[in-house]
C-alpha cells in the first residue's frame, strides 16, 4: 500500500525559504511520476513540480526558476525546494504519486496522496 507523508510547511516572509519533504513507502514499480501540487482556498488543485522515475522534471510557469523537486532514493523521501517565495504561493501542498507511469500526466492520472502541508507566506 502507497503511502505519502508530507512535512516541513510552515510560515515565511516574503523572498524567504522554505523545503518540503515527502516521505514514500510501497511504491513497488520501477515506473512512476511523484509531484507536488497545491491548493489554496478558492483555487483549484494545481500541479507545481514533477519528477518521473528517469529523473525528468517539469514545473508550472508560476513557480519555474523559484522551486526545484528532487528525491532520494536511499530515504525514500522527495522534497520540494521553495525560493525567493511570493504571498501568491500561499497554499496547502500536497505529495503525489502516480504509480506505474511512463511519463508525468495530468492531475487525474495520480492514484496516491499525502494529507498535505500548510505554506504560508506573508508580506
Known amino acids: 500500500q502507497v503511502q505519502l507523508a508530507e512535512s516541513g510547511g510552515g510560515s515565511v516572509q516574503a523572498g524567504g525559504s522554505l523545503r518540503l519533504s515527502c516521505l514514500v513507502s510501497g511504491v513497488s514499480s520501477s515506473r512512476y511520476c511523484m509531484a507536488w501540487f497545491r491548493q489554496a482556498p478558492g483555487k483549484e488543485r494545481e500541479g507545481v513540480a514533477f519528477i518521473n522515475w528517469d529523473g525528468n522534471t517539469r514545473y508550472s510557469d508560476s513557480v519555474k526558476g523559484r522551486f526545484a523537486i528532487s528525491e532520494e532514493h536511499a530515504t525514500k523521501s522527495l522534497y520540494l525546494e521553495m525560493n525567493t517565495m511570493k504571498t501568491e504561493d500561499t497554499a496547502t501542498y500536497y505529495c503525489?504519486?502516480?504509480?506505474?507511469?511512463?511519463?508525468?500526466?495530468?492531475?487525474?492520472?495520480?492514484?496516491?496522496w499525502g494529507q498535505g502541508t500548510q505554506v504560508t507566506v506573508s508580506s
Open positions: 503525489a504519486a502516480d504509480v506505474g507511469a511512463w511519463s508525468c500526466r495530468g492531475k487525474e492520472a495520480f492514484d496516491y
